[in-house]
């Protein structure tokens, strides 16, 4: 058993890692039967949020900041989100995209747990997208620069209007990323399934699923899956915007 003076959650100026035996939940106002966990937040040094929801029988949530864009994954349970003009179901697997300022609600009428990222929108011309729904299940894994052993699945289009995408990895035991990554790009993530290894910075650390991740722009990142079953992360990046001037 781990003794109760050690964790495994590092926090660094450039990155994060946030292991469940961390954990702090707390109530958010005009929230029920819900409890929500800050993996990721702007007093980090982030420039968006990443939240882990519980809600219980009959619970409900809200958006914890309207005036930002979110996307909500469904981890277990059921959920139903509703904003005006739409209701839709979430069952495990299925998740959506809200514009800003959308006032959505998030209900499990049986409980639930779900994953919500959440940033400012950075406008273009053409205005922030309309909301959208969609299965992980649904999404086609294509491999990444080629490797089999490394599937991608993007959740969101390839459209100037989203400033984010939201991916997913899959590795099959033994597989890595190609190459170790430096760029401008954020990443928040969340390993839902599978162990393995992030080399992030000059550190190495083993991670399993319930694990949360923050890389700042420019950390020098790798990974590898360890273990006898495949990993799969889902993470956000910035996307079709320029570096901040």
């Known amino acids: 058993?781990?003794?109760?003076?050690?964790?495994?959650?590092?926090?660094?100026?450039?990155?994060?890692?946030?292991?469940?035996?961390?954990?702090?939940?707390l109530g958010l106002p005009d929230w029920r039967n819900g409890r929500v966990v800050a993996l990721i937040s702007r007093e980090m040094g982030a420039k968006f949020a990443q939240y882990l929801l519980r809600l219980d029988e009959?619970?409900?949530?809200?958006?914890?900041?309207p005036a930002c864009e979110h996307f909500v994954l469904a981890l277990g349970g059921g959920f139903a989100i509703e904003f005006p003009g739409h209701a839709w179901p979430l069952p495990a697997g299925a998740?959506?995209?809200?514009?800003?300022?959308a006032g959505w609600r998030l209900s499990a009428g049986q409980g639930g747990q779900a994953l919500l990222f959440e940033k400012p929108y950075a406008?273009?011309?053409?205005?922030?997208?309309?909301?959208?729904?969609?299965?992980?299940?649904?999404?086609?894994a294509t491999p990444f620069l080629g490797d089999e052993a490394a599937l991608l699945q993007e959740l969101l289009p390839d459209d100037p209007r989203f400033d984010w995408g939201i991916n997913l990895f899959e590795f099959a035991p033994g597989g890595t990323l190609p190459l170790v990554e430096t760029h401008f790009m954020e990443h928040g993530l969340y390993m839902l399934a599978g162990q393995g290894v992030y080399r992030l910075g000059e550190r190495w650390y083993p991670v399993q699923a319930g694990d949360a991740i923050w890389?700042?722009?420019?950390?020098t990142q790798w990974?590898?899956?360890?273990?006898?079953?495949?990993?799969?992360?889902?993470?956000?990046?910035?996307?079709?915007?320029?570096?901040?001037?």
């Open 1 to 25: 058993m781990q003794h109760p003076g050690i964790a495994r959650t590092a926090i660094r100026r450039d990155h994060a890692l946030i292991a469940p035996e961390s954990h702090v939940p």
């Open 215 to 219: 890389m700042a722009p420019y950390l």
């Open 123 to 140: 406008p273009c011309a053409d205005g922030p997208p309309a909301a959208l729904r969609g299965a992980l299940a649904d999404v086609p």
């Open 223 to 245: 990974y590898a899956a360890t273990g006898k079953v495949a990993t799969r992360y889902i993470y956000y990046k910035e996307m079709h915007r320029a570096p901040a001037a």
């Open 95 to 101: 998740f959506a995209y809200l514009p800003p300022n």
């Open 58 to 65: 009959d619970g409900l949530a809200l958006p914890p900041n």
